[in-house]
């Protein structure tokens, strides 16, 4: 390849939550791809704005549609390296711990300003998420909102009065160092927390109430499928993905392609079989 030398790199999409995304960068052209197998294409000289994807500087190598094409002709066996290693949290006020995952970032300098202090679990107009448990407490609890709402709700007032919103850059052995956000405290600024003190997926699941920590783990249930691609999870924890998952096989047909590996080969081929059926495949 003669233009500028290709990168192949996998990001989580966020503002809300919406998976993971493929990435051949050769600089000024870009192409992503939800699925492994369908492109997008960006071409830019320059980008000025924020999102889940691209700032660039005075350095990027400009770059052409040929050298793009000819990126994605060559790109290497999918999942990429996930490398969105810079991550902002909504923390826990009592404990100034990351408590639930806003967005994340591939490179120190796209860390834009934060401006808005809340954790939303998917855009206001989606109303597909299901909680099984709390259908199950709304007469006892008088609870009438839709599930994403009470979700939302129960998480942001655990970061209230003044939630406190952090970057971290995270480590190979998945511990973080503080970086900063809104509100962050002097004394947060720099430290350096354990793997053990950030939630393994989006949110975190010990609560002392056991409708919200029942509630989280539909959540996360809901994403299995999406979840699924993500390269830093426990065996246990991808186990019980897995099985979530099987409740929505669609969704696995079109992001199977991206999962880094799969522990129970059968079931899943069950799945995308189901998956196909539903496609009308």
């Not at 094409?69 to 996930?82: T, V």
């Not at 109303?127 to 709402?149: G, K, N, Y």
């Not at 002392?208 to 426990?234: F, G, S």
């Not at 246990?236 to 999962?259: C, F, G, N, S």
């Amino acid at each position: 390849m003669t233009g500028p030398r290709p990168h192949y790199y996998s990001l989580r999409r966020f503002c809300p939550y919406q998976g993971v995304v493929q990435v051949v960068d050769v600089g000024t052209a870009r192409a992503y791809s939800e699925d492994g197998q369908h492109w997008t294409v960006r071409i830019e000289r320059s980008y000025t704005r924020h999102d889940d994807f691209m700032q660039e500087d005075q350095d990027t190598p400009v770059a052409t549609a040929n050298d793009l094409m000819e990126a994605i002709n060559r790109h290497p066996g999918i999942p990429f390296p996930l490398q969105d290693t810079f991550e902002l949290w909504l923390l826990n006020k009592q404990t100034l711990l990351p408590m639930a995952l806003v967005k994340s970032r591939r490179r120190r300098a796209d860390m834009d300003t934060v401006t808005d202090p809340n954790w939303h679990p998917f855009l206001s107009s989606d109303s597909v998420f299901q909680s099984p448990t709390l259908e199950r407490h709304r007469q006892q609890r008088r609870i009438a909102a839709r599930a994403q709402d009470v979700l939302e709700r129960e998480i942001n007032l655990v970061a209230r009065p003044l939630p406190v919103l952090q970057w971290f850059e995270r480590r190979t052995d998945g511990s973080g160092i503080g970086l900063a956000g809104m509100r962050v405290d002097e004394s947060l600024a720099g430290r350096r927390l354990p793997a053990a003190n950030f939630p393994e997926l989006l949110v975190a699941e010990d609560w002392d109430d056991e409708l919200l920590a029942a509630l989280v783990r539909d959540y996360h249930a809901w994403h299995a499928p999406l979840l699924l691609a993500h390269q830093r999870i426990r065996p246990a924890t991808r186990q019980w993905l897995e099985q979530a998952a099987r409740q929505r096989p669609d969704v696995i047909l079109k992001h199977y392609p991206m999962y880094p590996e799969v522990l129970d080969e059968e079931a899943m081929q069950v799945s995308l079989v189901s998956g196909k059926l539903m496609a009308g495949a």
